[in-house]
């Protein structure tokens, strides 16, 4: 989320985001995840429309950046957050019905190691919608979900930053 939150804020959109093209790197000061392939996004002219990813990411993708009919919406920051959220639902084995009016559904395993799932549940949910403009309205939003899953109550999670404007330029 912070690393996706920065780039928005500098203007660089991935519009790739894949489980692939996510790293899992351990080191001295603990786990981070690393951002990877940049291929079709950053070396795109800026305002150019977004190019196809490999078909192996096309499953990940937003419906604005596939241009299915009724997504509605411009192909932006929040392209990558529909793809955030659709990673998350896999890694954690929730089910996903249907796209237009998505449902998610948490695994028990998963429920029960939450300390309070339903805020993780309701920001996946938010997040898939299909236009844009019904996704959460910034980052934070989605951060919070997280501690508050992990943590309950927003607190003992990392410091939330500023939400990055609904529009990048």
Request: charged letters at 20%.
């Amino acid at each position: 989320v912070d690393g996706l939150q920065a780039l928005a804020a500098r203007g660089v959109l991935h519009h790739n985001l894949s489980p692939d093209n996510l790293l899992l790197v351990h080191g001295r000061a603990g786990d981070e995840i690393k951002v990877l392939g940049f291929g079709t996004a950053a070396f795109r002219p800026e305002g150019s429309p977004p190019t196809r990813a490999p078909r192996e990411g096309l499953t990940f993708q937003a419906p604005e950046l596939l241009h299915q009919p009724g997504a509605g919406g411009p192909a932006d920051w929040r392209s990558d957050l529909y793809s955030l959220n659709l990673i998350v639902c896999h890694l954690l084995g929730a089910r996903v019905t249907p796209p237009d009016f998505p449902e998610v559904d948490l695994p028990p395993s998963v429920r029960e190691g939450l300390h309070d799932p339903e805020p993780l549940r309701l920001m996946l949910l938010s997040g898939l919608r299909h236009s844009p403009d019904q996704r959460p309205a910034s980052y934070d939003a989605v951060r919070q979900a997280f501690v508050a899953a992990l943590h309950g109550g927003g607190s003992g999670g990392p410091d939330v930053t500023a939400p990055i404007p609904e529009t990048i330029p």
